[in-house]
């Protein structure tokens, strides 16, 4: 079965500043897809990035980058000039391609933005 | 604004009772699921819905859940004789290329 693990609770990063968020998974498939999704106070899930397993290079999305390294199975995300907006909880989530699959989510990061 | 619109947004109910959750997507897809999220906690799979058949669905979808799609369009989820731990934010959610929409989410709270 398909694992994700965030070992970061919480984060906390000032404003203007670089953090990383970290996610490491466990599976056998070869093809898949990784997301990094935020979730504000509304608690609505919003998508930030995503990552084809088959492609090599890593995704950026404006000031979101991955670090994807699909040997290790670790897929860290950096958000780069922290703004107050960017404070929210990130869960880490796999997709496998195959017909139906779920999503399978980390216990996220809770991420804070100081000035 | 999300692809995926969800009804209502806030549900209060008494413990014991049976609400039912909607999904209106704005496209016709055949892939849907249902998420749970306890306050806190992760987000969790429910089930699979695919043509109008459930494919898969977790140890958490016992007999008190059902999913429907009545109208072709609306995707509804049925939760029977609430309980307390019912209590969570509720997500339908459908596949596109290359990724996940979610809905706005339906937080449903038993008293």
């Known amino acids: 079965a398909q694992t994700v693990t965030q070992s970061q609770p919480e984060m906390s990063v000032q404003e203007a500043e670089t953090v990383t968020l970290s996610c490491t998974y466990d599976?056998?498939?070869?093809?898949?897809?990784l997301f990094w999704y935020k979730q504000p106070p509304s608690r609505q899930m919003i998508l930030v990035i995503r990552q084809e397993a088959y492609k090599q290079q890593n995704a950026t999305e404006n000031r979101f980058s991955v670090n994807f390294q699909k040997a290790a199975k670790s897929f860290s995300l950096k958000i780069s000039d922290s703004q107050l907006g960017d404070a929210a909880m990130y869960f880490c989530a796999y997709f496998y391609t195959g017909t139906a699959s779920k999503l399978t989510f980390g216990t996220g990061t809770r991420l804070q933005v100081t000035l | 604004e999300p692809e995926v619109t969800q009804t209502p947004s806030h549900q209060v109910t008494q413990m014991g009772q049976e609400v039912i959750l909607r999904c209106v997507p704005i496209s016709n897809h055949l892939y849907f699921y249902w998420y749970r999220q306890i306050l806190g906690q992760k987000v969790e799979f429910l089930v699979s819905f695919y043509n109008n058949e459930i494919s898969e669905k977790s140890e958490i979808f016992d007999d008190q859940f059902s999913v429907e799609r009545p109208d072709g369009s609306n995707f509804t989820l049925k939760i029977r004789s609430t309980k307390l731990e019912d209590s969570a934010m509720y997500f339908c959610?459908?596949?596109?290329?290359?990724?996940?929409?979610f809905g706005s989410g339906t937080r449903l709270t038993v008293v």
């Open positions: 959610a459908r596949v596109t290329v290359g990724g996940y929409t």
């Open positions: 599976t056998s498939e070869s093809d898949y897809y």
